[in-house]
Structures are given as structure tokens and as C-alpha cells.
């Protein structure tokens, strides 16, 4: 049995109209789209409140967050970009500086913009523990986990720290909503971390959108309440959340058995695929094939040409996300993967990913500019390639003429800017 789910099921069974939103009446038009139309509702008697909730959500949540391994779930529908806005708010109560540890997302980077945040980078752990942050007020530690390519990191050092100097310890595991479901994958960050980021759309059979942020403390739990009231819209999608309680359900009964079948279709793949090698990486279904000297993104085109659709191309190496609902696909995949096309690539990316630019405190409004432009300008946002949505360009960078140029190179591929121009801070 399922709260939300069977609720709505038990809601529309009993159903004569609806005369609330959605609009579609839970009908539609004939037409395929509609097919699910009837599991769409609002806060009608009986559905609950996302933003308070304390019925059917509620008690799917709780659900959630026992396969999850945390004390609490809080669902979203606006994707765990809506959850990081709610974790940088969360942290800010306790101090307006976060540390952040290796490479962050985009929606870090913005929220941090959005709530007037101070970010201090750091390498790794050590280089965290050997920092003088007596003279600053950490509000949270922030620091990804997966990664785009499947590879985790050790949070345990990184928990150990947070708690010394009092901050939050927050982990972006947008990627790992999965593994919960099977002994086969690695632990996820829900039982370790204050705050994790979890997307379960991007993994599980889930409509998109569907993202928590899982919890443990009572007092972060309360504030995180708060703030999902503030930043989640007031009109959640129901047909989400429907999707994340059944799709919890159905992976708790089914998950172990269903990783442990992908896994011989994840290796029966690699021992017959010819076209790049696959990364070494801790979760064995997020298959990253690494095309030395060729141009993934060239490939994931071809690739597309011909029906196929990968996740994502950056620099030589081509991303899969391989589930139980498309581990059946494998073979096709090796199959067409032998007629791409293959193409040198050149170092801009691997350039870009080291740049290192002059920083500068200027502050004001922003502007946009051409692009041609921007030479000697001080950057008002950041900028990067999407997917995996890491900044090359952040805030407070002095764009120099070599960015410029990939820039006009690969603005079609590029986040961060605006109908093609540049934001930058206003002379």
C-alpha cells in the first residue's frame, strides 16, 4: 500500500467531476498524453498539502525516507535544483560563508548569487582540515557526490569537519537516488549528511521533477520545512508525486533483484562494446564510455541521428544512464555504437576545465553584453558546459580573450548566458 498513490487511485474510483485545476480534468484530449491525466490533482479534501504537509505526503515521505536511510524526506517537484536553493537558505542561518568541496553544480553557484552567499573553494578534504576558518562563520560544507560520471567520494572526513566547525554538511547526490534499492551499488550520502540532494526523475521511474531533500536532525528537518514553504511553488505537480511514492514502493520490493539482473547486462556489454572503454566508476549503471582523442559530443549527435539518445557528452567521454527499465537496450546501443562517427577532438575543454582567471570584487547590476564584448569584463553569473553543468566561468571572474573565443565557439552548448550575451557587471 502506498499513501499518496492508492489515495488518489481510491479518489478517482469513486470520482463523478472535477471542477478544480489542473485544467485537463484529469481527461484531457484523446490522446496518448493524456493517458495519465487522472492521477493529476491538487489539494483537494483527502490529497494533502506539499508545502504543509501533514496527510497522505507526509506519510509518503516518511516512506521515502526509510529507503533512503534518512530521519526525514521532503518531497519536491521543481528537481534538486528547488532542493539547493533550500539547503544554501537552510545554511545561511548559520553563517553566510560555505565551503565548497571539488566541483558544484550550477544551481549551487546561483542559489549562493540568489541569497548573497560567500563560497571559499576547496580541493578536497585535507585541504578543508588545513584551513584557518577560525575567523569565518561556515554555514555549511557543500560538496557533490556522485558525480556526473559515477564516481563517489569519502564523506566521512568531510562529516567529521562540518561538525567541528559547526556548519552544515550538505551533499548533492542528485545522482544516486538508486542506491538504496540494491547491495550492489554504493551507500548514498542520506545517512551521513544533514542535508543530501537526492533527484529521484534522474534514475528512477519517476516524472521529472520529482527530486527530495532528505534530511536528519530535527532542527535542520524544521528549517528545511520552512523554507520549502518559501521556494517551492504553490502548485505542486501531483502527478509526480504520485510517481515518486509508487516508484518507491515498486523499487523496494523489486530493486535488488532488478540491479542485480542489469549488472550482467551492464558487463555483458562492456565485454562486447568496441567503440571506447569504460571509466572506472563506484555505481556500475551510470556507464561512461571514454572515446580517447575523439569528440563524445560529435558521436552523441550521430548517435541521436539515429535514434539512440545518450545523457551527455563532455570532452571524449559519452554518458549512459543505464536503469532497469532500458538495460534491455544494451545490445542496440553496441550495435549502433559501431556505425558512429568518429572525430578528433581538440584540448579546448580540457584547457577550459583549468582555466584559472583573474578574480575581482567589483559589485553593482549586471548588463549583458555581445560576446565579443566581454574581453576585460567582470563576470555577473556563471558560465559552463551543460551537462554536468560545472562553472568554468564563476562570478567575479575577469573574462579574458581566450574565453572569449570558446565562448563564440561553443555558445550553442553553453549555460549562463542570456539570448547569447554575457552578463557582467554594470561599469
Known amino acids: 500500500m502506498r499513501p499518496l498513490y492508492d489515495k488518489i487511485r481510491q479518489i478517482n474510483s469513486d470520482l463523478k467531476a472535477r471542477f478544480c485545476m489542473p485544467g485537463h480534468s484529469g481527461e484531457g484530449m484523446s490522446e496518448n498524453m493524456y493517458s495519465t491525466a487522472c492521477l493529476d490533482w491538487t489539494e483537494v479534501d483527502g490529497l494533502d498539502d506539499l508545502l504543509q504537509s501533514g496527510g497522505v505526503i507526509l506519510d509518503s515521505e516518511k516512506l521515502i525516507a526509510d529507503s533512503m536511510g534518512c530521519e526525514y524526506a521532503l518531497m519536491l517537484t521543481q528537481g534538486s535544483t528547488c532542493g539547493m536553493q533550500i539547503a544554501v537558505a537552510s545554511a545561511k542561518e548559520r553563517g553566510e560563508t560555505l565551503a565548497a568541496v571539488g566541483e558544484m553544480h550550477r544551481s549551487f553557484w546561483s542559489a549562493c548569487r540568489l541569497f548573497g552567499m560567500q563560497v571559499i573553494c576547496f580541493a578536497d578534504a585535507r585541504e578543508l582540515a588545513d584551513a584557518e576558518l577560525r575567523d569565518k562563520k561556515i554555514g555549511g560544507v557543500f560538496v557533490t557526490s556522485p558525480d ?10 568531510l562529516k567529521k ?4 566547525i559547526g556548519a552544515l554538511f550538505v551533499v548533492d547526490g542528485a545522482h544516486s537516488a538508486h542506491f538504496c534499492y540494491s547491495s ?3 551507500d548514498n550520502s542520506c545517512k551521513i549528511a544533514d542535508i543530501s540532494l537526492i533527484s529521484m526523475h534522474k534514475t528512477l521511474p519517476v516524472y521529472g521533477g520529482g527530486a527530495l531533500v532528505c534530511v536528519n536532525g530535527d532542527e535542520t528537518y524544521a ?5 520549502r514553504a518559501d521556494i517551492h511553488s504553490t502548485s505542486p505537480n501531483y502527478l509526480t508525486m504520485a510517481s515518486m511514492d509508487r516508484a518507491d514502493g515498486y523499487m523496494r520490493k523489486n530493486g535488488e533483484r532488478l540491479y542485480a539482473d542489469l549488472k550482467k547486462d551492464v558487463d555483458a556489454f562492456i565485454s562486447v562494446n568496441e567503440i571506447g572503454r569504460a571509466i572506472e566508476r563506484d555505481d556500475f549503471s551510470r556507464l561512461t564510455l571514454k572515446i580517447e582523442g575523439k569528440d563524445a559530443y560529435s558521436a552523441m549527435k550521430d548517435l541521436a541521428r539515429r535514434g539512440v539518445y545518450a545523457e ?4 571524449d567521454m559519452l554518458v549512459f544512464i543505464v536503469t532497469p527499465f532500458n538495460g534491455d537496450k544494451l545490445e542496440a546501443l553496441a550495435n549502433e555504437l559501431k556505425k558512429t562517427e568518429l572525430t578528433d577532438i581538440d584540448d579546448d575543454f580540457e584547457r577550459m ?3 584559472k582567471l583573474k578574480r575581482s570584487d567589483a559589485s553593482g547590476c549586471a548588463e549583458s553584453v555581445e560576446i ?4 576585460g569584463r567582470v563576470s555577473a553569473g556563471e558560465i559552463g558546459v551543460y551537462p554536468p ?8 571572474d575577469v573574462i579574458d580573450e581566450k574565453t572569449v573565443s570558446f565562448l563564440k565557439k561553443y555558445r550553442n552548448r553553453l549555460f549562463g548566458l542570456a539570448s547569447g550575451r554575457v552578463n557582467v557587471i554594470k561599469y
Open 353 to 355: 576545465a583549468n582555466l
Open 161 to 164: 569537519i562540518s561538525e567541528e
Open 389 to 396: 553543468g560545472v562553472p568554468f566561468v564563476k562570478k567575479g
Open 312 to 315: 551527455a557528452a563532455y570532452g
Open 148 to 157: 556526473y560520471f559515477g564516481r563517489t567520494k569519502d564523506l566521512g572526513a
Open 184 to 186: 550492489l551499488l554504493p
Open 372 to 375: 565579443s564584448d566581454a574581453a
Open 223 to 227: 528549517v528545511c520545512r520552512k523554507y
